[in-house]
């Protein structure tokens, strides 16, 4: 009993130790360190889509089960349509770039989520229009993270790479929770429009001052040495 107490305990330094070294990494270097506030940001702001979808379909628009079902199912082949396609895209020189690309887009959605709960459109069309708009955000959503996730995998130096992923899935983990919470409650009071007015926002500022030309230059440089690097 003490050994599996003092494993246990001996598990847990070690894991605090990696947080904190790789987050010393990633604050220490500029590229790593916008991208991931970027990066954290948009998990963060973007958790209320765990939360509207099935607030808005059965809340406020009084979608059927099978209605719901429909919705999901056009929306889950936006993952692997766009988990195919740029599997395909071979010889990507900047996935920083595409990442920016792809979570620009994304932002830009925003808006038009909650269209269906001001405005008549009919079931049939709210079903369409719902499932057409969460395709796109899936879609996107590959677009941008297997790109970033790629570049993280080829940049970071094998030694810290461990710790790296330590510490973004911790203030991940602490996070997206507080982020559910959050929107969970704005939208039981209504504030629909407001809310997704803020974030699209505070997200399209955050990416666009984060992430600028001349940090793009610089992760296209360090990902193409880092290539040959490795083929070397």
Same mark, same amino acid.
């Given at each position: 009993? $003490?050994?599996?107490?003092e $494993?246990?305990?001996?598990?847990?330094?070690?894991?605090i130790?990696?947080?904190?070294?790789?987050l *010393?990494?990633?604050?220490n270097?500029?590229?790593f360190?916008?991208?991931?506030?970027?990066?954290?940001? /948009?998990?963060?702001f !973007?958790?209320f889509? &765990?939360?509207?979808?099935?607030?808005? @379909?059965?809340?406020?628009?009084?979608?059927?089960?099978?209605?719901?079902?429909?919705?999901? &199912?056009? &929306?889950?082949? !936006?993952?692997?349509i #766009? !988990? %195919?396609?740029i599997g395909? *895209? +071979?010889?990507?020189?900047?996935?920083?770039?595409? @990442? +920016?690309? #792809?979570f620009?887009?994304?932002?830009? =959605? /925003?808006?038009l %989520? /909650?269209?269906p709960? %001001?405005? $008549? @459109?009919?079931s049939?069309v709210?079903v369409l229009y719902i499932?057409?708009?969460?395709?796109?955000?899936l879609?996107?959503?590959q677009?941008?993270n297997?790109?970033?996730?790629?570049?993280?995998?080829?940049?970071?130096p094998h030694?810290?790479k461990? *710790?790296?992923?330590a510490?973004?899935?911790v203030?991940? @983990?602490?996070?997206?929770?507080?982020g559910?919470?959050?929107?969970s409650?704005?939208? $039981?009071?209504?504030?629909?429009?407001?809310?997704?007015?803020?974030?699209t926002?505070?997200l399209l500022l955050?990416i666009f001052?984060?992430? *600028?030309?001349?940090?793009l +230059?610089?992760s296209?440089? =360090?990902?193409?040495? &880092?290539?040959?690097?490795d083929?070397?």
């Open positions: 009993m $003490d050994n599996t107490i $494993d246990t305990n001996e598990d847990n330094k070690n894991y130790k990696e947080f904190t070294e790789g *010393r990494f990633i604050l270097h500029e590229l360190s916008k991208t991931l506030i970027v990066f954290i940001g /948009i998990n963060f !973007g958790s889509l &765990a939360v509207l979808p099935e607030k808005m @379909m059965i809340n406020e628009l009084n979608f059927l089960p099978e209605q719901v079902g429909i919705v999901n &199912a056009v &929306a889950g082949t !936006g993952i692997l #766009g !988990g %195919y396609m395909k *895209r +071979k010889n990507i020189k900047n996935p920083l770039a595409y @990442m +920016k690309f #792809g620009t887009l994304s932002i830009l =959605l /925003i808006p %989520y /909650i269209l709960i %001001y405005l $008549d @459109m009919g049939t709210s499932a057409l708009l969460f395709f796109m955000y879609f996107l959503n677009i941008s297997v790109p970033f996730l790629s570049f993280i995998q080829i940049v970071v030694k810290i461990g *710790r790296f992923f510490a973004t899935q203030v991940n @983990m602490v996070l997206n929770p507080l559910v919470i959050l929107f409650l704005l939208y $039981d009071l209504g504030y629909y429009w407001q809310v997704h007015l803020i974030v926002v505070i955050l001052t984060m992430i *600028r030309k001349t940090l +230059k610089k296209e440089q =360090l990902y193409i040495q &880092a290539l040959h690097k083929e070397h």
